[in-house]
T-cell receptor, first 112, second 112 residues
Framework: EDQVTQSPEALRLQEGESSSLNCSYTVSGLRGLFWYRQDPGKGPEFLFTLYSAGEEKEKERLKATLTKKESFLHITAPKPEDSATYLCAVQAGGGSQGNLIFGKGTKLSVKP | NAGVTQTPKFQVLKTGQSMTLQCAQDMNHEYMSWYRQDPGMGLRLIHYSVGAGITDQGEVPNGYNVSRSTTEDFPLRLLSAAPSQTSVYFC???????????FGPGTRLLVL
């Protein structure tokens, strides 16, 4: 069964304190891994897509990396406006028929 | 482009009532999908469509119906609302299933 697990569930950082969020997955035939940001009361906002192990993508203070078993979202020198829930989703072949499987998310709080 | 739009933003129903959640996109996307988001759980796929006239079930389809008569619109129907359907509903779309999905702002539904 395709599965996605995100850790930690919640993370509290001081402004400027760098850290990483983890997304581990068990899927049959990974087609893509997606990171989204979700603010309270809003829909998920697309951040990155990663397709193969070793791939990396960056956007401002965020950097996403991918291995064969997990993905990391690295946050460098975060600011309070980075506070949000970060969602990871995978797209796989097999039973899920190419539809997205989401993790439960990591709620990030950045204090000034 | 307005992107993905959803109406209403918030709705209260009584048990047994029916209603339709509207979703529209103006990006000429072939793939559209409906998810529900509940506290402590990841986004779960309800129904999806790979093109006009084609729909299929996702992970949690019971109690919901969909149809896709045009490329732009993908309404979700609750036939007889139950308290277990209290949730936040998101519609998403992409060019094709494999590509990045873009989400609407969500509809918050409360069933009493």
């Amino acid at each position: 069964e395709d599965q996605v697990t995100q850790s930690p569930e919640a993370l509290r950082l001081q402004e400027g304190e760098s850290s990483s969020l983890n997304c581990s997955y068990t899927v049959s035939g990974l087609r893509g891994l997606f990171w989204y940001r979700q603010d309270p009361g809003k829909g998920p906002e697309f951040l990155f897509t990663l397709y193969s192990a070793g791939e990396e993508k960056e956007k401002e203070r965020l950097k996403a990396t991918l291995t064969k078993k997990e993905s990391f979202l690295h946050i460098t020198a975060p600011k309070p406006e980075d506070s949000a829930t970060y969602l990871c989703a995978v797209q796989a072949g097999g039973g899920s028929q190419g539809n997205l499987i989401f993790g439960k998310g990591t709620k990030l709080s950045v204090k000034p | 482009n307005a992107g993905v739009t959803q109406t209403p933003k918030f709705q209260v129903l009584k048990t047994g009532q029916s209603m339709t959640l509207q979703c529209a996109q103006d990006m000429n996307h072939e793939y559209m999908s409906w998810y529900r988001q509940d506290p402590g759980m990841g986004l779960r796929l309800i129904h999806y469509s790979v093109g006009a006239g084609i729909t299929d079930q996702g992970e949690v389809p019971n109690g919901y119906n969909v149809s896709r008569s045009t490329t732009e619109d993908f309404p979700l129907r609750l036939l007889s609302a139950a308290p277990s359907q209290t949730s936040v509903y998101f519609c998403a779309s992409s060019h094709v299933r494999r590509e990045t999905q873009y989400f609407g702002p969500g509809t918050r539904l409360l069933v009493l």
